[in-house]
């Protein structure tokens, strides 16, 4: 038996690794297949697989979604490589199939509104992610180049879905085209109940859009991390956050970190803060 999954392993590893080359189009020696064997023993186990800022694109995650859905993967962590739509679709898949992953990251994958639309709508029917991370560390490679029609179906499943706790979608351009993704948003979190963590910096949300974002969170009871760095948020947003200071007992962490709020904004919050000690 022990033999068997030995030999099931190696397959996989040959497989994943043609699909590897295929993917960054290098040749297929014996020191390349190397290098990705210790790079899966060194990040990969029976219920997590890592492999981020790798190249691994459309015919990996291909292996990948067939190869790992019978098996026992609770973690899936592929930032930085460039899965883009295609390779999103074949995760996606896995997804739909696999009973036990609960955490995925495809932030920085390159991955744009058709693969990230599938996403969030998978989301409407899934109970088992609890974790999904779709976002990009500053200066990370390949950022997924969503836009308000990602941010709207987003919104719309986290409206039924009631598994999903953290979700990172910072800088993904939700609001590049419009502010309908920040409305939708917030309406989202004044109905949600199970979600913790939403990260949505540098998303060019604009004081229309945070303040949009921040009304839903004067009904939510749940959320206890918002980040909404870097959009360029307005006095107005101080003033609203001063709002949910009083009437939110759930929020512990509120990033507004690199936005002008202005004199009038931070004064509000820190009277806010100053009264709720």
Not at 183 to 202: T, Y
Request: charge should be negative; aromatic fraction near 4%; proline fraction near 1%.
């Amino acid at each position: 038996q022990m033999a068997n999954v030995e030999d099931e392993e190696d397959d996989f590893l040959e497989e994943l690794f043609v699909a590897y080359c295929k993917d960054t189009g290098s040749s297929s020696n014996k020191d390349a297949k190397k290098r990705l064997r210790d790079l899966m023993q060194l990040f990969c186990s029976e219920t997590m697989f890592k492999v981020r800022c790798s190249g691994l694109g459309l015919h990996s995650s291909v292996v990948l979604s067939k190869g790992l859905r019978e098996g026992n993967v609770m973690c899936l962590d592929l930032y930085g490589n460039i899965l883009r739509d295609g390779g999103m679709l074949s995760i996606i898949q896995l997804i739909r199939m696999s009973s036990t992953l609960t955490s995925l990251n495809v932030g920085s994958n390159d991955i744009a509104s058709e693969g990230g639309v599938a996403l969030a709508q998978e989301l409407r029917f899934n109970t088992t992610l609890v974790s999904l991370e779709l976002g990009t560390e500053k200066g990370g490679p390949h950022p997924n180049n969503f836009n308000s029609m990602v941010g709207v179906a987003f919104a719309q499943a986290l409206c039924v879905n009631c598994t999903l706790l953290s979700l990172g979608l910072s800088r993904n351009s939700l609001c590049i085209d419009s502010h309908d993704a920040a409305v939708e948003l917030g309406d989202m979190l004044g109905k949600n109940k199970v979600l913790r963590s939403l990260r949505l910096a540098s998303n060019n949300l604009g004081t229309l859009g945070g303040v949009g974002v921040l009304k839903g969170l004067l009904y939510n009871q749940s959320l206890s991390v918002l980040d909404l760095s870097c959009n360029n948020l307005g006095p107005e947003v101080g003033a609203i956050s001063s709002q949910l200071l009083h009437k939110n007992a759930t929020l512990r962490v509120l990033n507004l970190s690199f936005n002008p709020l202005g004199t009038s904004g931070v004064s509000a919050i820190s009277d806010a803060l100053a009264k709720s000690r």
